[in-house]
């Protein structure tokens, strides 16, 4: 970063920049330096897990200011960080009122819609006039963080519409809300999963979405603010699984190693064990090895060329499959497509490789290519085009088919693919070659 | 998705979910069947690719109603899409004034601050009084879209301060903006990429930020609907580019085949000159394989490995990149983590792999591992160290070092690491193996 987007971005912005860096145990001397402004600022954008960072560090008094200081639903996330013994006394430093919230807030799951929603939100009822609406407003203005949508509901705190501010304003004041509103709303139940409603989200760019109870009761709001870092820890654990481990759930550098093994150690084992069958696959064709050296030589690169297409064809697909550009039932078009990709790329491959050995069989003196060279070069070339195209069609519909026994698809890692595409690749190779050089070289 | 749950996001969310799926000769018609309500709900949710597509199959008359229906900044997106031919067309059909924003907007690239904003939001003088802020917003609410801040600039367009609606509502109505005005305002330069116009919407939770030119004038807003796509396309990008390709820039059902074959094409080929190493490699100990060819039966067990545990590393550390959880002055404390937990997992797979021999030699009446099947174990584990080893340390420090030399770290993919550990861990293996296996076996 350039200094003056740096001088521009202030105090905060550079400190919340340098905050994941600097030692833990500086973090609270730190932070009691700064300015009552800035600390303010400061707090409000940190994370649940360096609020509850700080607040382990703080004595009473600031846990008490900073944790009223919080809304509800920041404040219901901090708890939730911290170690099992210190929520009661946590609880205990909030108001009744204030508790009972947080603690309607706890009950749900992290990772639903009830775990992400705020309590607060702006209400009306239907009968009152827009003046009277603006007037209501005005005096929840006080409580509510931000003002995005006014929502409107019966006595039974069930939904009926909703509108901006913006559509409050621009009607007259003598109408009636139930005339003006927006009935038409779509909302999402307390108990959907952040997935989903980060994928809504996406599609409808709403800026935040009225969360409702079975009974159609609203409870609260999600606003997109919470959905940036609702997909961007989806990307992240879809990313890391995709890399052939579990999701991390935690910051690289805050996972102690006994976890890092373990989060590692589990899928690295499996490969492993899966990989053993190359060995029983090599075994099974020793005799043409032992006749043909030569063939050896070319296994790394084969079966790598393989694993390569295969960890291409499966990110694609892991990563069009969540963004929902294709669906279960498109496996058979992306079969086709990946059928005519895996020829096209296997036949370029086919063709390097294949000069390659041409032209270091004509001027190769000690012979290691064998006066057969030209047919071993045929031999590669044909396994080339057979493994990247298995490698192709294998990485995309591991994907489908994990999807379809409804596992995760995104635990179809390059890793996996190329594994499974060493076992077929080697069983390619030899058979091609025993079909090819039998008579000649073997 | 439960079929509650469709019913319940309505006929729009449910278009916008087949959308993509529909062959797109059926589009037009299928957006022409809509009500008028749920048309606009329909066409407003869409992304400037799918307007562009719409826009080239409707008449005349449907592009002028619908072009004139986006916000500007959302009909200039929709225009860059367009053919070149089309381009002059769409502008002709806008008027005067808003066509002046629209080509303003189209002056910058789509992936700065610039292309994203939007040139429309609520702006109040410094010396208005509250009250007649108020009101002069309720004038400016029919022209924008939403109000989520509003601003206070000077004559010149300078930004002096902001201030959210709520925080209007709650001062007096006789105090002067300037007075109640936040006059710490983070804004961003008009020419920022968006990655890291993202990145500050990540850490600060705003709902919008103003863009200023260079000369601090305010030139728009970008509200951050925006950047869950901004968020959204990188990390798409970083996810293909992992897997071994170029980002593809399209959804995968419509790229076509001889575009898709070129992204992939081309680091499967490097890639594949890169692996022709390994065959140099196996060529230079061909008279240890010639020896000793139950040697050869590990090698993709061996080499896998090693890409596995470099794909974990190199995953985990391009992610982390990204997200700013580490920067490039941490290598020394990844290598040093990376080092620990590749001796861990090695440590792992070479226990298994050496039981696996030890048992597999002590059962084997072909004599198939040889006589010196221990040792043969011995030099396979120690071989899964090391190549686990400097597959976790060469995953790990690729992303730093492509991100020193200002390439993008995200290309230090999957692939791309198992090919340099193929290399690398062939070396490692048969120089164990002669050094333990020179007097016995070889």
């Known amino acids: 970063m350039s200094d003056i987007e740096t001088q521009q971005m202030g105090l905060v912005a550079r400190l919340l920049e340098t905050w994941p860096h600097l030692p833990s145990e500086d973090r609270l001397q730190t932070f009691r330096n700064l300015a009552t402004d800035d600390s303010e600022d400061f707090f409000l954008a940190l994370g649940p897990r360096d609020h509850a960072g700080l607040f382990n560090d703080f004595n009473r008094a600031e846990r008490r200011l900073w944790l009223r200081f919080l809304a509800p639903d920041d404040a219901a996330d901090l708890i939730q960080e911290l170690p099992e013994t ?24 992290e990772d639903e819609a009830g775990g992400l929603m705020s309590p607060r939100f702006v209400r009306v009822r239907p009968d009152m006039l827009v003046a009277e609406a603006i007037r209501y407003i ?25 509108m901006s501010l913006r559509q409050l304003f621009v009607h007259a004041a003598e109408k009636r809300v139930s005339d003006v509103m927006e009935d038409k709303v779509v909302s999402i139940p307390d108990e959907m999963d952040q997935e989903q409603v980060g994928r809504i989200f996406q599609q409808h760019r709403f800026i935040a979405l009225p969360v409702v109870d079975k009974d159609g009761r609203m409870q609260g709001i999600v606003t997109v603010d919470d959905i940036l870092d609702v997909n961007q820890e989806e990307a992240t654990e879809d990313i890391q699984k995709m890399g052939g481990q579990e999701a991390l759930d935690a910051p690289y550098p805050e996972v102690t190693l006994p976890e890092m093994v373990k989060k590692r150690g589990g899928w690295l084992m499996l490969l492993f064990i899966g990989a053993i069958f190359t060995t029983n696959a090599m075994n099974h064709f020793e005799d043409v090895m032992k006749q043909a050296i030569v063939l050896t030589l070319f296994i790394p690169l084969i079966l790598s060329s393989g694993g390569n297409a295969g960890s291409q064809a499966t990110t694609l697909i892991i990563r069009s499959l969540a963004l929902r550009e294709i669906r279960l039932s498109d496996w058979w078009k992306v079969l086709k497509r990946e059928v005519l990709t895996g020829v096209a790329l296997g036949g ?20 290691v290519f064998t006066d057969h060279y030209l047919l071993v070069g045929v031999c590669v070339a044909a396994s080339l085009v057979g493994v990247v195209l298995v490698g192709s069609v294998l990485g995309a519909m591991l994907p489908f088919i994990l999807r379809k026994l409804r596992l995760d698809p995104a635990s179809a890692s390059a890793p996996f693919v190329s594994t499974l595409v060493d076992i077929t690749g080697l069983v390619i190779y030899f058979s091609i070659a025993r079909f090819i050089l039998t008579g000649t070289l073997l």
């Not at 370029?348 to 012979?367: M, S, Y």
């Open 348 to 367: 370029l491959l086919a063709t390097i490789g294949f000069l390659r050995i041409a032209i270091g069989g004509a001027l190769d003196d000690k012979k």
């Open 138 to 162: 005005r005096q929840q203005a006080l409580i509510v963080e931000q003002i995005f949508y006014v929502y409107v509901l019966d006595s039974n705190q069930r939904l009926l519409g909703v």
């Open 86 to 109: 210190l929520r009661q006394e946590a609880l205990g430093l909030i108001d009744e009122k204030v508790r009972r919230e947080i603690i309607a807030l706890l009950s749900y799951r």
